[in-house]
């Protein structure tokens, strides 16, 4: 059974085209994961099949009486408003039935001498307890109690007001109260963005359960892997989607397939180019014959000369014109892989990248300790992942690392002449920064020729042409992110230290950047929550707990 369809819909924001004719459908029992770059338009398109905007071409229907529920990314409620006000305003329509169905029983009760009017009254009652059941109308106390202990929210006052609440109360009482109503399809925006991990694998079980039609836009593979049955790709420079079967493993699959394929495609009609050039040099030289004719006849040699002109004339016009039509719809070059690169003219064991941490301690302004006796080293290709909650101080112990803090107590050694390559969460422009263009900013105190930083950032396959005239400020944060991830590989640093590297980023782009920190030959020290990474994790994986210890695994 549909329930959402897209027909050929356009979103146009001033200049730039979002979405193009962009089609699909989402059917009872679906759940659809809709992934792509960050600007490519998934906000967009869930807000469009909310009806919250309209398109500028084509069509998006959803189908009566199916009830469309919607998470934005983030949460909005009026000014003094309850979390049981919250909820209640959620199961709107099923208190309205609820409430009136109770008017319509009175009104039997006071009608009974009056036969018309109660049949009447029990028609209307009939219809209303229908789509009160339909609606889930009896079971929304039970439903709203289980997703509310679901997503840790069990003992949370329904009187308690909403801005006393943190933004990840917040966020799980959205979910809380979406799920409660049981709409007939769930419109997800990062629905996993501020949930811990307890919540997060809740969150997976039930919409694995959900009887309705979901579609949702994540960066969470892991979270993609367990819920998807499909996913639908939004292509930022085309704005146009592509349809995938199955979970995120199937996705990869399929990816690498195209990439293979368009691989092979490139390569073949890179070889016909070639092919096509030569004939075209070489046609213009080449004649029928390597003699003249025995009888020296000169009627015969002008005559079969000129046969032989028009035929080698044809040649190469043939060949000119495929040359011309394979230009105009050419195959684009396949990225390069991305890869993170190395100063080469180190050697010798006393050059070996390490770094050595000795009973490190950092206390925050009012003296209270955030980190306390950490110690650990890295050296050659080694790697260490850090996880652990928010507020662990994990990103403060990369800062250290750098040197933009300065430890209370203990030491950090780094082998001398070290380059550190340091990606940071959350990148910010500095003063003045934001009038530099893409290009401006990846060749910001670099030596080198324009042409040339130009070519090598387009090499990265990390932005498109057209994109390296883009002032900084026009970014988004995933742009900002890879324009920062660019400088990393340019620098060629000896030792990685890397912030939630996949935050921000596309699904595609979050492999290609493990596979390059993968094939790093120095030492790498990665700080994340991303899950699919951590379970995937080549060197030790160790916890920074609330107690300010790194455990291992």
Known sequence: MQILVFDDVMKIYGDRTVLDKVSFRLSKGERTALVGENGAGKSTLLKLGAGLEEPDEGEVRSFQPMRIGYLPQTMEARGGQTVGGYLEAALGEIRQLQAEMERLAEAMKDRRGEAEQAEDALRAYGLAAERFESLGGYEAEYRTSVVMEGLGLGQLSRERRLDTLSGGEKRRLAIAALLAAAPDALLLDEPTNHLDEQAVRWLERYLSGYRGAVLFASHDRLFINRTATGILELDEAAGSCGHYAGNYDAYRQQKQQERLRWQEDYEREQQEIRELRHKVKETAYRVSHNRPPTDRDKFARTFFGERVQRRISQNIRNAEQRLERIGRHAVPKPPDPLCFRIRLEREGDEHVPSIRVTGLSYAKEDGSPLLERLTFSLEG??????????????????????????????????????????????????????????????????????????????????????????????????????????????????????????????????????????????????????????ERFSGSVVYLTPGNRLSSD
């Open 381 to 534: 290709a080694q790697r260490m992942l850090i996880a652990g909650p928010n507020g662990a101080g994990k990103t403060t112990l990369l800062r250290l690392l750098t040197g933009e803090l300065k430890p209370s107590q203990g030491n950090i050694e780094i082998s001398a002449g070290v380059r550190i390559g340091y990606w940071e969460q959350e990148p910010a422009l500095a003063s003045g920064d934001s009038d530099k263009t893409v290009l401006e900013l990846y060749r910001d105190r670099r030596i080198g020729y324009r042409e040339e930083h130009a070519r090598e950032l387009l090499d990265t396959g990390l932005f498109r042409p057209a994109e390296l005239d883009r002032r900084a400020e026009e970014l988004s944060p995933g742009q900002l992110r890879k324009l920062l991830l660019a400088r990393l590989i340019a620098e060629r640093p000896d030792m990685l230290l890397l912030d939630e590297p996949t935050n921000h980023l596309s699904l595609e782009l979050a492999e290609r950047v493990e596979q390059a920190v993968h094939a790093f030959p120095g030492p790498v020290l990665i700080v994340t929550h991303d899950r699919w990474l951590i």
